[in-house]
């Protein structure tokens, strides 16, 4: 080649060259910092579960290196799977949330197996030691932070009548209502809890009928088990009732009425995960904990819950905090006299028999089918 | 040439909505079908473009990105054909009996009551090899769903009752069935917090086109688009199905089986519904739960009306449909758009194809070529 010949116009345009080279390098460089990518079932600002996890998702943004990508309302189909391969193609996500329970199979296991580098960590607890191993599931023990709200609503209600406006009778709902019936019964033995169940998670009309209904029947304390709480809390306050929340703190919503609530502590869970991802450390494939791991939490009591209900509240929620409480502790009878957990037996949270929770304990007023 | 595109059908407000064109007689005619849905597209992008601009986006960003997210690289294809797969069958569902001058908008219960059917078939047939039971799970699909709409089409036929409101109610009740089965009868008893039927296993389920990674849905879709383009266009029976379209009474008083051609396209419409619930459940799910109500059936009716009822025009516009899902994400990730922002350029889409309606035949740059 001679160098002799090298005209100016081609200098520049070896420049060119060269910096926009250089560009790219740079830009791969910020990419290689972790991109996390969240996958929410519903709205983003629900109230409800999917802005639990957003608020989660929000708590990484201070992080250095890491860029959080985020995408709602994706349907449990393979629109998810086309969305964390989008993530992964477009955005170069290593580390991926998808948050709703029907994402987990088989669309995040397909996507573990076709991506074995990359990291999925799912809400729910479902993995089991046949799952990839790259794929994680973890869940929180919010019956925990249900039971001391059901403490809450046990020493506010006036009439002993309380409401659970809930989606589907699956273990996970069922447990719920007992663990909030249990504490209410400890500030009130004779409370009862009225329970409906809408169908489905999201169902604002079936919610507002579901509250109203309960309200009509003389129910002055209500919570609820959907996605989106907004249409039983912003109702409930409206006819005077009461609420305890769920998912997340929904108090600016009924600043009168919100006694307290069993909320989701992923800003904690979040950036704990994405430390050991980025350190190198392998995050756990099943991942669960409650008050005392914190991921769950309790809503800041409302100033007009009593002394003596916010007293026995917070010496529950210390005693599970500390583990030396237990909610599903016998003798528990079921709604139809049966005995479910007998006198002697004590079962803790990791028991497995608590999964397959089919029964409302005594005290409720509903059928699971 | 108001004549050529087709007669309003006589089905009060609604029906002013379906004018069933006769597409390809001329080529200035055809033209037309392609150059004013583009022209409605471009403004509609012109549009939506001036909204993002309020709140303070590039419109020129949303453009690329919508773009590189639908079709900018090969795995965008990927995404915008996955998605546009179950609507080109769901879209079906509406188009076909619109021939008729009816307005199906039920093709969300056809596909669940496809899934279950086919569900049931394959759970049924445990020992048997994949490929009879993939085509038993067809066939009870097709057939489940078929049943299901032709019961709308049986209620307006001896009944009197509007197959619009009777095919969405048909739904409701659609969906109460699955769920009373999934939580019930058939409800594998390990599925516990996710309520669901047992699996149709591995060796089942059908895998994707080979060379890409969309599942087989889109390739039944197409020939089912082509198969009904055919039987509308091209047959003894699509045409007696135009006429009974264009005027009830004139095709009876010409002595044809008005209740016969409205059963039988009302089966069929479902039947391609309830293929799309079975493919679902074959190459996507494994198995029937709450996530097969997905909203496909409904995005099938604004598939079907942009497409102005034409089961060939159905396959593009799901295609954009389904493009317009894909760069969803892409805008939701990169601009920090809400998801509902999707939504309003659907909308846009729908409005502005809707009013250039009124452009057809008024041109006379198509009318000398087509004269």
Known sequence: MNFDKISRRRMLQGTAALTVGSAFTLQRAAAADTTVGFIYVGSRDDYGYNQAHAAGAAALKGMAGIKVVEEEKVPETDAVEKTMESMINLDGATLLFPTSFGYFNPHMIKMAQKFPKLRFEHCGGLWTDKDPKNAGSYFGYIDEAQHVAGIIAGYSTKSGKLGFVAAKPIPQVLRNINAWTLGAKLANPKVTTQVIFTGDWSMPVKEAEATNSLVDQGVDVITCHVDGPKTVVENAARRGAMVTGYHCNQSVLAPKAYLTGAEWNWEVLYPRFVKMFTSGETIPNFYRGGLKEQLVKVSPYADMVSAEAKKKADEVKAALTAGTYTIFKGPIADNKGKVVIAADVSRGQTDPELEKMDYLVEGVLGATS | ?371
Not at chain 2, 51 to 61: A, C, E, M, Q, T
Not at chain 2, 225 to 234: G, K, P, T
């Open chain 2, 1 to 371: 040439m108001k004549a050529d595109v087709g007669a309003p059908i006589s089905t009060g407000g609604v029906g002013a909505l379906l004018r069933l064109p006769v597409y390809g007689r001329k080529i200035g005619g055809a033209a037309e079908y392609v150059i004013i849905p583009a022209l409605a597209l471009a403004a509609s992008l012109v549009l939506f473009g001036i909204f993002v601009g309020l709140f303070g986006k590039n419109p020129l960003d949303l453009y690329f990105y919508m773009y590189q997210g639908a079709f900018g690289t090969w795995f965008s294809w990927q995404n915008t054909l996955t998605r546009a797969a179950p609507l080109i069958l769901t879209a079906l569902c509406t188009a076909l009996p619109a021939q008729l001058g009816m307005v199906i908008i039920g093709g969300e219960g056809a596909l669940l009551i496809g899934a279950l059917s086919a569900t049931s078939a394959a759970l049924a047939l445990p020992d048997v090899s994949p490929w009879f039971v993939d085509i038993a799970m067809a066939v009870a699909g097709m057939f489940g769903g078929g049943l299901w709409i032709a019961l709308s089409g049986a209620l307006r036929q001896y009944r009197g009752v509007n197959e619009t409101i009777s095919s969405l109610l048909l739904v409701y009740i659609a969906l109460a069935i699955l769920n009373y089965l999934v939580e019930g009868p058939m409800r594998d008893p390990t599925s516990l917090n996710k309520p669901s039927t047992r699996e149709i296993g591995a060796a089942n389920m059908i895998g994707n086109i080979p060379g890409m990674e969309v599942h087989w849905g889109l390739v039944f879709g197409i020939v089912a688009a082509v198969l009904s383009y055919i039987l509308i266009y091209h047959t003894v029976f699509g045409f007696a199905a135009r006429v009974a379209g264009g005027n009830i009474r004139a095709a009876k008083v010409v002595g044809l089986s008005v209740g016969k051609l409205i059963l039988i396209t009302c089966f069929l419409a479902g039947a391609a519904a309830g293929l799309a619930g079975m493919m679902e459940v074959a190459a996507v799910q494994g198995r029937t739960n709450a996530n097969l109500a997905a909203g496909y059936g409904f995005a099938g009716i604004l598939v079907a009306f942009l497409a102005r009822q034409n089961p060939l025009a159905v396959i593009p516009v799901s295609i954009l449909l389904g493009g317009i899902g894909a760069s969803g994400g892409l805008l939701q990730r990169r601009l920090g758009l809400p998801d509902a922002s999707v939504l309003v350029l659907e909308g846009v889409i729908f409005v502005m194809v809707l009013a250039s309606d009124t452009l057809y035949g008024r041109w006379s740059f198509f009318k000398g070529k087509a004269g």
